[in-house]
Every structure is written in structure tokens, then in C-alpha cells.
């Protein structure tokens, strides 16, 4: 099976446009990944919450985000919550209010909005071209603004984090080279090594020696799509530059061991690595 966060086109890029605005999030999941195995999902609530849609102002317009925070809080740690390639639906909302609940500012912004809206899209075909056509540094910018909205809402900017999936995780090891006051972050199943794009340059393993914040990579020992062999790499080119990071992959575990609501799902590892991602932020001083 092809790991669905493995993208290889080189299409033009539209981070140039002018302005641009994403009315709303996506209710629900994604439409590519139903029927939901409801019988797993974790629902988290959102009493003691400040839970719903916000708008980040970016550089050329404004950006949806899913915020979820305690009520009132204020200087609050702040996690920025990276999406799955099915873009910002209701299992990465559910991530944010179960960091809220532990006394996180949480926030996930449509890091795709300018290109597309992934969670109407049916299947891999008509994702992976949207995808394709998100720049790095279109997300780094975004991530960016994000944090400092954050920072102006409720959320303490001198603890940050990031944390994302697929996709995401990805994400998480790049805006860990980009941004120099990230204090700690966590990747889940995100690819290491690939071709590089035009969109797209640089991969995780590029960038191990501008890596700024600890980071905690959890991974899936029967990833079809991730061989274990560039995850090993990836964690032999962090300990050779010496970096605070550690990489955790949890024997004949598939990729989105912790999508609740997919057949990939495995409760053991996925609690585990919950746990693991509170113990890693505190440690690191997010908390």
C-alpha cells in the first residue's frame, strides 16, 4: 500500500496570488476516508473550552484554523497542529480539544486553503494533485502566522510546539529547521526521505543540522509506505549532529496507527504515543 502523504509532482505554484480568503472549515471527516469506523472514534467534548473556527491574517489574505483552548486561559502553551494530507476535518479538530484539554492553546490552520479543499475530495486521485501544489514555504509562512496569532490570542510565545500527521509530520520536522523559537515538537509517521520537487526542495533528512528544537518522531514498523530503513537514517543523522531528538517506531505498526476513525488504527500505540507527546512537550518546557 502506497503511503497516501507521499506526493512526486512538480506542479507550478500559486503562492504568488495576490489575496485570498477560506470561508469555513470542513464539517466532519474527510469525504476519502468514509465510511468512518465509528465504533473507535474518540470524541472529545468541548465543555471547559473555547473551541471553533478562527481566521489567521497571512500574507495575502486571511486563513482558516480550528483553535481549541481552556476557557479564559491566558499565556498558555501553544501547540500548532499539522494536518493529515485529508486536510483540517474532525479527527485533527478532536487532536486540538484533547490538547486543550490538557491546558494547551491548540491550533490548526488550513494549510491548504489557497489550493484546494481536500476533506470534499473522494479519493487519493483528486488529493494528491491539490497537495502537490502546496510550496514548503507557503506552510512555513503560514505556520509562522499562525504562532503569532497564538501568541496574541491567549497563547504564550516563548512555548510553542507543533505536532502533526502524515503530511504533517513532514511538516514537523521542516518548521523544526525553519523556526528557531520552536521549543519542542512531535512527528507522527511524517516521510523523511523522498524525490525532491520544485514545491517541495528539501526533505526532513536536508535539514538535520538547522533542526532547532527536540523532536520526538513516532513511527509505524510495517509502514508500507515509510521503510524503515530512511527512518533509521533519519535517526543516525540526528544523533551524529547531535541533536536532543529521538525517533520511536513501534514494531508491525501500520502508518495512521492513530487515526481513531480509519482501519489503520491501533489503540495500544496510538495511546502510547499520546502519552509519549505530553511526557516530550513538558520535558521540553511546553507545559
Not at 269 to 277: D, M, P, R, S
Given at each position: 500500500?502506497r503511503n497516501?502523504d ?9 503562492f504568488?496570488?495576490?489575496e485570498?480568503v ?10 476519502a476516508?468514509q465510511p468512518?469506523?465509528a465504533?473507535?472514534?474518540?470524541s472529545?467534548d ?6 471553533g ?8 489574505g ?10 479564559g486561559?491566558?499565556n498558555l502553551?501553544?501547540?500548532?497542529v ?15 480539544r ?10 490548526a ?8 479543499d481536500?476533506t470534499?475530495a ?16 507557503q506552510v512555513m509562512s503560514?505556520?509562522d502566522?499562525t504562532a503569532?496569532?497564538?501568541?496574541k490570542n491567549?497563547g ?8 502533526g ?24 509517521y ?19 543540522k538547522?533542526?532547532n ?9 510495517a ?9 533509521d537514517r ?6 551524529a549532529?547531535g541533536?536532543?531528538s529521538?525517533?520511536?517506531?513501534y514494531?508491525?505498526?501500520p ?11 491501533r489503540?495500544a ?9 505530553l511526557?516530550?512537550?513538558k ?5
Open positions: 500500500m497516501p507521499f506526493i512526486n509532482f512538480e506542479p507550478k505554484s500559486e504568488t496570488r495576490r485570498f477560506m470561508t469555513t472549515l470542513a464539517t466532519g471527516f474527510a469525504a476516508v468512518v469506523a465504533q473507535t472514534v474518540i472529545t468541548t465543555q471547559g473550552l473555547a473551541a473556527e478562527v481566521k489567521v491574517t497571512v500574507k495575502d486571511e486563513m482558516a484554523a480550528y483553535r481549541a483552548m481552556p476557557a486561559g491566558k502553551p501553544t501547540v500548532l499539522v494536518q493529515e494530507i485529508f486536510g483540517v476535518h474532525e479527527h485533527i479538530k478532536d487532536v486540538a484533547r490538547l486543550a484539554k490538557a491546558g494547551y492553546l491548540a491550533i490552520p488550513d494549510l491548504y486553503a489557497r489550493q484546494g481536500v470534499k473522494k479519493g487519493m486521485d483528486e488529493i494528491r494533485p491539490i497537495v502537490a501544489k502546496v510550496p514548503d514555504a503560514d505556520l502566522a503569532d496569532w497564538a501568541a491567549g504564550d510565545a516563548n512555548k510553542l510546539a507543533i505536532t500527521f502524515c503530511w504533517g509530520g513532514r511538516i514537523v520536522w521542516l518548521y523544526a529547521a525553519h523556526n528557531p523559537k520552536l521549543k519542542a515538537g512531535v512527528a507522527w511524517g516521510r523523511v526521505e523522498g524525490p525532491p520537487a520544485d514545491l517541495q526542495p528539501k526533505n526532513p533528512i536536508d535539514v538535520v538547522q533542526v528544537a527536540p523532536i520526538l518522531g513516532l513511527y509505524g514498523g509502514d508500507a509506505g515509510i521503510p524503515n530503513d530512511t527512518v533519519m535517526r543516525a543523522a540526528l544523533q549532529a541533536k536532543k529521538e525517533i520511536i517506531t514494531p508491525d505498526t502508518h495512521g496507527f492513530h487515526a481513531d476513525y480509519r482501519p489503520s488504527y489503540e500505540q496510538a495511546k502510547e504515543g499520546w502519552a509519549k507527546l511526557a516530550w512537550f520535558s521540553n518546557g511546553v507545559a
